[in-house]
């Protein structure tokens, strides 16, 4: 069963990551098999061709460490495609709860505590202009740990299955996706998908692409709406009117 999307996103035509500068589009917090040496991050909505500086940072947010903890901290330069994306690489994330920020400086080490209270608010001090961030969550304890929608951006809540393979912003939107491996060990074991904050399980065929794959370098998957029952009862009395003519 699909989630169904309001009609005002059927009509959303103008690219998210155009109109927002450049954020966080896709990355990987636990991809299957061992543990890479490196993770991929894609950027988008730069400056096609455009140059960058900028700072990735990865916060502690399992409930039994340090919370704020600074525990991936990447400076990362480059140049946007004509597309504005860009793929960077920073030392492999350790497994979440987690919590990434694309920022633009940042004047600490790894290892600074910044949420030393634990009370869920982030030092910003050593923190240039943050302009994204994404909490994952890996268990429901973590939920509310996140740190992600307290810095202007998005927490990916617990899917009741497994750590994300996979997080991505959709292609159209900019909302936030899930992928994960669902039934985990079990003959029907898959990959599957869900929306930031959870809900039904999506499939592949729940997106334009057909795919759950990581796409760096391109346009992410979008995800395919249901027609409301407002449009497929408009769609009806139409029809009914033809009809009767």
Request: zero cysteines; aromatic letters at 10%; hydrophobic letters at 40%.
């Amino acid at each position: 069963m699909k989630t169904t999307i309001p009609l005002f996103l059927l009509a959303f035509t103008a690219s998210f990551q155009g109109a927002a500068g450049v954020v966080l589009s896709e990355f990987e917090p636990n991809p299957a098999g061992g543990d890479p040496t490196s993770s991929s991050i894609e950027l988008s909505g730069g400056s096609p061709l455009d140059t960058f500086d900028l700072w990735i940072l990865s916060l502690e947010n399992d409930t039994n460490s340090a919370l704020g903890t600074v525990d991936r901290a990447s400076n990362v330069t480059g140049s946007y495609d004509a597309n504005g994306f860009a793929t960077v690489a920073i030392p492999d994330f350790e497994n979440p709860s987690f919590t990434v920020i694309l920022t633009d400086a940042f004047t600490g080490t790894i290892g600074d505590d910044l949420d030393p209270t634990d009370n869920g608010t982030v030092d910003l001090s050593s923190l240039g202009t943050v302009f994204d961030a994404v909490g994952v969550s890996d268990s429901t304890d973590d939920d509310t740990a996140l740190y992600g929608a307290t810095l202007g951006g998005t927490d990916i809540l617990f899917n009741g299955e497994f750590e994300p393979l996979l997080v991505f912003r959709d292609g159209t939107t900019g909302d936030w996706f899930q992928t994960v491996t669902i039934d985990f060990g079990l003959v029907d074991e898959r990959v599957g998908a869900f929306a930031a904050a959870g809900g039904p399980e999506l499939v592949p065929s729940d997106f334009d692409s057909g795919s759950l794959a990581p796409t760096y370098g391109s346009v992410n998957p979008s995800f395919i709406p249901e027609p409301s029952a407002a449009l497929l009862g408009g769609l009806g009395f139409l029809a009914l009117l033809r009809r009767r003519r």
